[in-house]
């Protein structure tokens, strides 16, 4: 090594050795990652977020991924010309749209995640909500006419806990079941929420295509990098949360009042935001806390 | 409890002290089953099936299910108006079709097998073989021009035996994984043979649409109800082992080499066949044994 | 297989998932089954007594035997002209009857029971109250004349709940012991109660030699099915509970209370009467319930 | 405590510390005890057999008791007036005099030393050889008309094995059992010879009548200390080893071939014998070793 | 063995058996020792002392040892001209006299009692209040001054229980740490009695180089066998307890009001006193209790 | 985070990333270091060593480390006027020598390093050899007159191996007992690749004062990357190994004989020279490998 090379060489060994702190304040613990929107379309942010997940783990940290998949179940259900239905603007899941969804999700960004972790040395296995009852659901009491839309009765943490501790990250598919034998589309960044709940995580961090909460959304020039669960009612009314990311800041409110300890709103489309979050001091995007 | 019912319970009771010592012959043995053909279409086979696989292992034995499907397949190939290539009358598998057959058997077969035991009061989870690496695959190496046709080079029967012994039914899709990323479609009799080798399983169990191997194939009278393994290339030779029955009986043998103590060819459209074939001293259908 | 035989098979299969729904509630529970009376004697009886108990381990409960033996004592009283002195007609047991009583039970009808369920394949085990301590006792303190009869004061639990899950079925001489090595003769049916507290099981079940508690003793011609728990003084009053049975569902009351579930006063002399309870809808006999 | 008082304390310390070194040796180690004859009847020498098994067990010993019963059996076989028929002056044991051996043994001698050991602090369990199979057993081949006299063919070492791990003193009794029901009286010594082969046992210990193995057996004034395997023959045949030495010396010998350390034959008519050999330089009677 | 030696051997039985309720009463107990004074000086009570912690080990307790090592400290301040200051008569502990300390105690006294431990049989790790944080502490709140004298905030037990499981001897040198990398002295009794409180241990043994408390301490004739916990206010007004024995009964006190069974002040100078106080009936020295 | 900000989180971010092959290769593995010279003087070169440490142990790796302790030794002697003798300019160590030696690494250098690595969130233990009989010694066979040097007879691989897998660093100080008590003195070195050697550890990394070893010794110009075992005799004879290199080195090739896996010469001087060893492409230093 010459002396150009041991400098630059100096410069990563003291990068690693910055990392030291938060590498031991996240140790041991349980982070629920919510992976959806445009940082799984990107090849490139893809592998970036499969190698976030794979350096979690290895610094000792239990990262369970929960996924989303809309482009892909709009690009089958375009294919096989199945006609939506809906109800106040929102999509009805009938017999026809749950068949397509199961077959979008388990069978092709499920595997495709797995896979990918997998071949880049983590090991990966892929669950839904149906796998040993993972994700027990009914309708949604306030909306039954949305049809086989899932609202989460109980989760079998025993499943997650168990493969986490043998060194696995779960993939888990937020498709739901119940007692009859119906399955149920649920909303990924919910169903994140409620295992984050189960599992007693650390953290819930939700992967979104934006930089975090604007203090004014129509500028979009400042994030606001802490939100305190009290101030949230007071944001929505103001607009400052509006539109999608009200039942994201819902999700992040309820996993807070279950006894997760942070929740973060973060850009999928900043590589490697999850790595940034945890090991930054100035982190990433916005976090919820209580 | 009147003395007709009494009568009536009296028989019951004898049936199951019957069963007994099968029960206890069979206590603790991995048994892989593997489920296709007609048994998967009609809803009373099905339902038939799953109450087998639930009892099974009530009574102590270890279940494994491997699945087929190809109607199912086929049947979303042509939704999606996706044309198969041949070579010598054997369908390629290109990237298009690997596709289709993971939303198939991953999006729909597996976890319609996986809800219905859950339903009935078992414990199933849901894998493919690329879970954790279960089924480490190459292209066949004598017919590369199939494309991702899978053969298995390595089985992670750790990943099974530990859910088995937490009491999970593993219900396994025949797709396979290589370190590269890609999926392999594999046949499902054959994965069946390679985990039953893999798990030192006691049996190995293959539902067909026949009631076995007729001893003249012709007249379809007379099943044959055991054959020794070594009694195969004559029978192959004289034509009672033909079309689709050579690769099942070769499956079969190469399991019963590789140390799995005994192999069926049943009728998955008799209904109970499994238990029928377990619990009874005729059997059902074929048995191939060393 | 031909046609008739597979049709015989078939409703044998029936059978079998018939049973399916009584397995599943079952599974894991403690069973304590006071097994005494005339099943003790005819050889048919204790065949079909063995093989319940064998098939309930086998499909995952776990029973626990606690067995009488009255005429075997008394057949070596009389073999050994040891005279009885009765106070209120109640039998002393002074130190030649505990002798009598020790060898009649531990040295005869335990090892019989022992040795049958092992020649089936079982793996039984047994024990009586003074190894490890099982049965800690004192002289009853009502009736000290009565000499060395024994009030339960500790039951070790652990002893019996480590073999159950190593997979034995503990057979119980009730025979207790004292800190100052005296040995205590102890009511079969009692002892079987105390276990079954101590134990937590799902259920005590008392094989007698009539068929229940009949609505009216004079004609017996109808088992009350069901008696709750409130019942008991009233139907003790109006004298259809008398005699000995009053004890016996004394002991049921007192197990009930201490949280033992369920329990039953069944006919040992109806074959598989064990069975019959637990694995039909309309069971056996006399259910007592809280 | 005064100076007295305190010398004499200070004597019993040094005896303590005396003793270190063998409690070091055998710390861990399974010793198996033959206790019978003369030991079993005083009830003084019956204390100290007790007081020294418990000792064993709290300086970390694990010691297995293997018991006789012969003046109890013909005790009751002439209560019961029971005749015996002899071949050759050997007792032939019928169906009615085993159901003698079985009550004395299990019914009587066995109790009342589990009794024992636990009123004095120890953890004992009773077993007999039918308990899990313990003592699998057929009759002699070679003295058929014998009856139901046995040669153990299996010992069950897990039992025991699970019972020491666990803390108990294992107290068995010479009776057996074969795959078709039957029951088997087993000569003691041979019985603990090999139950210690089967545990690998560091010693075995058979307490006999006499002090040891006398040099000159007419004068009886010195004990032979040590006798090598290789002159046992020899001291067969020049009949310092006679009568029912010799088959004792032979439980001996066969022990020592099949890898136990170290065998003794000692006077139970001594109390503290046992101590005495493990806990002193001399030791007691005479050692049979490789 | 001839008549005179063996009376001789009987007479060491029976002590042994005289010992068996003592080891009986404290089998698995942990007990704290408090090792320091003359009896670290003469080879002779080492030796006795070793042999006590060994013997204890041996017969099922698990001893702990706490050292002091002032005159080794003194020795080397003396050898390395290191002049002491003094407030108030006591001496403060600046940087280099907590060199010497960590001198002395760490690299003299705990490795030679570790190494006499060993090389006598027993299994011993020496230790200091830095090994994983085992003694967390800060300056005395009171005394300042006195510099790096601590006071103990927090006890790794599990430290010393997992080394006590695994059948170690724990020998602890009384230095402790603190969160920014001090060292610091702390009282020997102290430590033991902090200790002892973390285990609840069973036993604080205080060795010291007087035969206890003295009833009346100019005469020092009799010693107080027992004292209650309420007692100790006024044995200290009237000067019963007085100079150094007042804050080694402060420790005992707040070892008992924390949980501890029971405390000793015993003479290290008498040898075996541990094993009298433990193994007989009268006990050596003062006992404190609550 | 600013844009600028952002695009240096963005390079941590990749570093991070890039390491990641190299945690997962070393993941799991016992990497032995000995440590000591210059890098044990100099604060901030402590402070990287230590960093270093914790952050091998938080990425899943396990450290030993061993450790010297020269400059502390002769600085102890000398201000104790401790003389040495010396025999062919080898250092006799008698008994006052090693009284020092002992103080110097066990109340020392050891604690020292033990304090460092718990207040920087690690969690050390300290050892030296004669904790549960770590490092059995006997004097140089071939060098007696040196006194008190040790040649290492066995080591007690169970003793580290547990605390390893308890997720403790162990910081051995190299001082070696045998069976008569007495205490060594051991080279570390030396005693690390015995370590190594004996918990079958994937590295062996020695600090030096050196950059490794020059191709060129007079110019010390280039370092030689890597070594083959069977180039070592040929480098020893050229003089391209030298001087104190030489025992070094024979210290690697015994360790990769006897199983480990790879050795390096690194220099303690460079801060963060581990992790550059086992982070970069290029590593450090020497490598000697089979």
Known sequence: MNSQALASAQVKANILIDALPYMQRHYGKIIVVKYGGNAMISE???EAVIHDLILMQLVGMKPVVVHGGGPEINDLLAKLQIKS????????TDEATIGVVKMALMGKVNPDIVVHINRHGGKAIGFSGIDAELLQCRPLPDQPELGLVGEIQRVNAKLLLTNLDQGFIPVVAPIGCDSEGNFYNINADYAASKIAEALRAKRLM?????P????????KEEIIPEIKINEVPRLIEEGVVAG????????CVEALMAGVDGTNIINGCQPHSILLELFTKEGMGTMIVR
Chains 1, 2, 3, 4, 5, 6 share one sequence.
Do not use: N, Q, S
């Open 85 to 92: 239905r809906f109800i106040d603007g929102l999509r009805v």
């Open 206 to 210: 939700l992967l979104t295509d934006v």
């Open 212 to 219: 975090g909460i604007y203090r004014d959304a129509a500028h």
């Open 44 to 46: 490139e942010l893809k």
């Open 244 to 251: 999608g990311m009200i039942p994201k800041i819902k999700c």
